[in-house]
Nanobody, 123 residues
Framework: QVQLVESGGGLVQPGGSLRLSCAAS????????MGWYRQAPGKEREFVAA????????YYADSVKGRFTISRDNAKNTVDLQMNSLKPEDTAVYYC????????????????WGKGTLVTVSL
């Protein structure tokens, strides 16, 4: 069993900052790419940011470039999302995603998702 658990969501005023964290646990052999997605009320889930295994490659949605920073700690199996200059349109449930091999016997990983953490940007 593999679990992804997000934390760090909450209420913040426009222009403020929040840091989300996601910890992977359970039967883990290796973790490839990790990332964050979000789903605003009444909208489809959308890509926010992703990071490669080494951390050397990062990818961002145009809407968050320059404001959000993704990072990871492979020793702790965690991925973080630092969100600055938050806007009301950033309000959403944020989901952690990871490509995980649960056993060395598996050639490829599987997609795992956390249950999400709510970020509300409002006065």
């Amino acid at each position: 069993q593999v679990q992804l658990v997000e934390s760090g969501g909450g209420l913040v005023q426009p222009g403020g900052s929040l840091r989300l964290s996601c910890a992977a646990s359970g039967s883990i052999f290796s973790i490839n790419a990790m990332g964050w997605y979000r789903q605003a009320p009444g909208k489809e889930r959308e890509f926010v940011a992703a990071i490669s295994w080494s951390g050397g490659n990062t990818y961002y949605a145009d809407s968050v470039k320059g404001r959000f920073t993704i990072s990871r700690d492979n020793a702790k199996n965690t991925v973080d999302l630092q969100m600055n200059s938050l806007k009301p349109e950033d309000t959403a449930v944020y989901y952690c995603n990871a490509d995980i091999r649960s056993s060395r016997l598996l050639r490829v990983g599987m997609d795992y998702w956390g249950k999400g953490t709510l970020v509300t940007v409002s006065l």
